[in-house]
């Protein structure tokens, strides 16, 4: 009944081969090598399709599994092959029930690291004694075996996909993995999808992607093979969801690009600027200042770059951020406008924050009277309350005020602002307004 039922199965494989014109399931050894008597009770099969052209590429190995050190190895040029099958001829005395397991393989690529590929294997029983065993089998085709054979004669593998389609129809998926499974490279995989699959560098990134390749293996094959350049590969990894952080790191190391090209770059396909900020620190591992200072290059707004700050460098203080964005270049007015719109800070923190960076007395007015929309008299209680002097005050408020510099003087002598009268204070902001105490002098008429 077994040998009966092994009968019906062997015949339905060949069949279904036979009708589908494709390999079967790689998971089926059966599909790709079927022994014949005396090995097995395989039915032989006058038109199954067998691969005779493996005689170069396969090998049989065999070892008795009641004797260990019973085994042997017979490479191709002792395989015998006719138009219907394979044979090998295990030669040695074999006793009756003597237990023997064989296997066939094709040959791997040792300078690959690619092991040989186990096609067919299974156990038999000697029916009586013997000093030879024959061994014969139909190899089937199969996609996976002419991969590996056209890669031992050399082939491309553009080649290789190209011949493999057209003889078994196979589709992209399982080209890729079978390219995969023979050490091909990743460029090598990409011309395939490219060349004999037809498809761009943004189908073929995302397929790239799904097969497990990293960012950079991708990004190298979008340079290499599509000659994508480094702001088109960035669009594209950004499109497949990579995050800034990678896309950075990616591009560092495939176009080896500096921080600020792939800065401007970042920006140009949308990311925020907390989110470049992270990717440059992380990617070229600078620090806040030259971050601060490629911000201002691209233009980014004050208040957006130290909030992306605060959010990279970790809880930042408003002195420490002030100044990265003064050293950066970044103006007293958009320095305030930061200050207030990252942290709860006072405006008289601020004036004293502006005043230690060496901000000029009536930049700090404009910026701050402007910003808050503070009169004068207002603006000039805050600049004393951080360290101005009189002088200072007045010149700036003469600067800025409306009229002036009369409005400078009255709020110079106001009681908050100036309880020590000193007339000195008159002279010297007429002196700064270009005008003199006999040219505002009352007429005597």
């Not at 399709?49 to 040029?77: R, T, V, W």
């Not at 037809?198 to 000659?227: C, Q, R």
């Not at 992306?308 to 990265?324: C, Q, R, T």
Request: glycine fraction near 4%; include cysteine.
């Amino acid at each position: 009944m077994k040998r009966i039922l092994f009968k019906v199965i062997s015949l339905l494989l060949v069949l279904v081969f036979f009708f589908t014109g494709t390999a079967l399931a790689d998971t089926l050894l059966e599909a790709r090598v079927y022994f014949l008597p005396p090995i097995s009770n395989s039915i032989r099969q006058k038109d199954i399709d067998n691969d005779i052209s493996l005689a170069d590429y396969i090998y049989f190995e065999g070892h008795s599994l009641d004797i260990p050190e019973k085994s042997i190895l017979i490479d191709s040029d002792d395989l015998k092959i006719n138009k219907k099958n394979y044979k090998a001829i295990w030669k040695d005395d074999f006793d009756k029930n003597e237990e023997l397991a064989i296997q066939v393989y094709v040959d791997g690529i040792s300078e690959l690291g690619l092991d040989p590929i186990l096609i067919g294997s299974t156990d038999f029983t000697i029916k009586k004694k013997t000093d030879g065993v024959p061994i014969p089998f139909y190899v089937i085709n199969n996609p996976e075996i002419r991969v590996r054979q056209l890669h031992l004669d050399g082939e491309s593998s553009v080649n290789i996909a190209s011949a493999v389609r057209e003889e078994f129809g196979t589709d992209l998926d399982l080209m890729n993995q079978l390219l995969m499974n023979d050490a091909f490279t990743v460029d090598e995989i990409s011309k395939v999808i490219k060349e004999v699959y037809i498809k761009n560098a943004f189908d073929t990134a995302g397929i790239l992607k799904v097969l497990g390749y990293s960012p950079s293996a991708i990004a190298g094959s979008m340079k290499v093979i599509f000659e994508q350049n480094e702001g088109e590969t960035a669009s594209i990894l950004k499109a497949l969801g990579y995050f800034a952080t990678t896309i950075a790191t990616t591009l560092k190391a495939v176009y080896n690009i500096g921080a600020a090209y792939v800065g401007a770059i970042l920006k140009s396909i949308g990311f925020a600027v907390d989110q470049i900020a992270l990717g440059l620190e992380l990617a070229y591992e600078i620090g806040a200042q030259a971050v601060t200072d490629i911000m201002f290059t691209l233009e980014f707004a004050s208040e957006e770059v130290l909030a992306a700050l605060y959010f990279v460098y970790v809880d930042i203080f408003p002195e420490v951020g002030a100044m990265l964005l003064s050293i950066a270049g970044y103006a007293a007015d958009a320095i305030v406008r930061a200050l207030d719109s990252v942290y709860e800070i006072l405006m008289v923190d601020i004036a004293k924050i502006l005043k230690d960076l060496e901000y000029s007395p009536t930049s700090v007015a404009d910026a701050i009277s402007h910003y808050y929309g503070i009169a004068e008299d207002v603006c000039a209680v805050i600049m004393k309350a951080a360290g101005y002097t009189i002088d200072e005050i007045a010149f700036a408020i003469s600067v800025t005020a409306n009229p002036a510099p009369f409005r400078a003087i009255a709020i110079a002598f106001s009681p908050t602002l100036n309880p020590n009268f000193k007339a000195s204070v008159i002279t010297s902001i007429l002196n700064s307004s270009c005008l003199s105490v006999r040219a505002t002098a009352p007429s005597a008429n």
